[in-house]
């Protein structure tokens, strides 16, 4: 009896000792990975401001080679608008199918840039897909509403579990754990809009590229330019679903953790 005690306190002792390796390791990725991240997420902005310096040939604004391509393609009822600032703020220029609109900031709309023509066109793309039937601009929208408004509800939700766990059991346990799991579900949603995402820019940018050949609307370097701005879009979101599936398994490495130090 003692022996097989002894046997079982010596495994649980290594497979603590993995967990904990584990985690560390994950910590390590995770640092590598948010400093990547960040970096991708200051290269979009100091190329998308840098390329909306650049003044296209055509000297066509955003709104305007938009509408163009959109009447070309037999869409004359999207419509190409500015929106608020919380609209900006949230969604950025983006492509309603609920509200048939193509939303393009205040400072690209009527841009004549490499920036405000790579952007809006990428936009008409995704129009010409979702008029075909593909549903994945339509999903992103409704999940992107549950994006802003779930940390509302989550973060308050862990925060009861800690009161819970600390007056009914006097220590963090059970509903702090409960709770957590369900915010893990939280991660999990936006790996799949995440994942979703990557789909849809990586689709849209060819088809943008497809057009600026079909219609001239760029030239040979402009189009050069625009890619490099829809490849750091496609880029940072890959480094991003790379990172939430880190933070998913050390999230669960970490639960294990708490189960192995209550025991």
């Given at each position: 009896m003692n022996l097989v005690s002894n046997l079982l306190l010596k495994s649980e002792s290594i497979f603590s000792g993995a967990v904990g390796i584990a985690m560390l390791a994950l910590l390590v990725a995770l640092g590598v990975f948010a400093v990547l991240s960040t970096i991708y997420h200051w290269v979009i902005v100091f190329r998308y401001r840098g390329y909306n310096r650049i003044m296209v040939d055509c000297n066509l604004s955003a709104e305007e080679s938009a509408k163009n391509l959109l009447a070309s393609l037999g869409y004359q009822d999207v419509k190409v608008s500015t929106m608020n600032f919380f609209a900006e703020w949230f969604f950025g220029n983006h492509y309603n199918p609920k509200k048939n609109t193509i939303y393009l900031r205040k400072n690209i709309i009527n841009s004549k840039s490499i920036t405000a023509i790579a952007i809006a066109t990428k936009l008409v793309a995704?129009?010409?897909?979702?008029?075909?039937?593909?549903?994945?601009?339509?999903?992103?929208q409704v999940m992107s509403y549950f994006g802003f408004f779930a940390p509302i509800i989550l973060l308050p939700m862990i925060a009861l579990g800690i009161v819970l766990d600390v007056?009914?059991?006097?220590t963090i346990g059970v509903f702090t754990i409960i709770f957590t799991v369900v915010s893990l579900s939280y991660f999990v949603f936006g790996l799949v809009a995440m994942s979703l995402n990557i789909k849809i820019e990586k689709a849209s940018s060819a088809r943008a590229i497809e057009f600026f050949k079909e219609t001239h609307l760029l030239t040979d370097e402009e189009i050069d330019t625009a890619q490099q701005l829809y490849r750091t879009y496609i880029v940072s979101a890959i480094m991003d679903y790379v990172y939430t599936i880190l933070y998913i398994v050390w999230f669960i490495f970490r639960l294990i953790w708490k189960i192995i130090a209550r025991k």
């Amino acid at each position: 009896m003692n022996l097989v005690s002894n046997l079982l306190l010596k495994s649980e002792s290594i497979f603590s000792g993995a967990v904990g390796i584990a985690m560390l390791a994950l910590l390590v990725a995770l640092g590598v990975f948010a400093v990547l991240s960040t970096i991708y997420h200051w290269v979009i902005v100091f190329r998308y401001r840098g390329y909306n310096r650049i003044m296209v040939d055509c000297n066509l604004s955003a709104e305007e080679s938009a509408k163009n391509l959109l009447a070309s393609l037999g869409y004359q009822d999207v419509k190409v608008s500015t929106m608020n600032f919380f609209a900006e703020w949230f969604f950025g220029n983006h492509y309603n199918p609920k509200k048939n609109t193509i939303y393009l900031r205040k400072n690209i709309i009527n841009s004549k840039s490499i920036t405000a023509i790579a952007i809006a066109t990428k936009l008409v793309a995704q129009v010409e897909s979702t008029k075909k039937g593909d549903k994945k601009v339509r999903s992103r929208q409704v999940m992107s509403y549950f994006g802003f408004f779930a940390p509302i509800i989550l973060l308050p939700m862990i925060a009861l579990g800690i009161v819970l766990d600390v007056t009914i059991l006097n220590t963090i346990g059970v509903f702090t754990i409960i709770f957590t799991v369900v915010s893990l579900s939280y991660f999990v949603f936006g790996l799949v809009a995440m994942s979703l995402n990557i789909k849809i820019e990586k689709a849209s940018s060819a088809r943008a590229i497809e057009f600026f050949k079909e219609t001239h609307l760029l030239t040979d370097e402009e189009i050069d330019t625009a890619q490099q701005l829809y490849r750091t879009y496609i880029v940072s979101a890959i480094m991003d679903y790379v990172y939430t599936i880190l933070y998913i398994v050390w999230f669960i490495f970490r639960l294990i953790w708490k189960i192995i130090a209550r025991k």
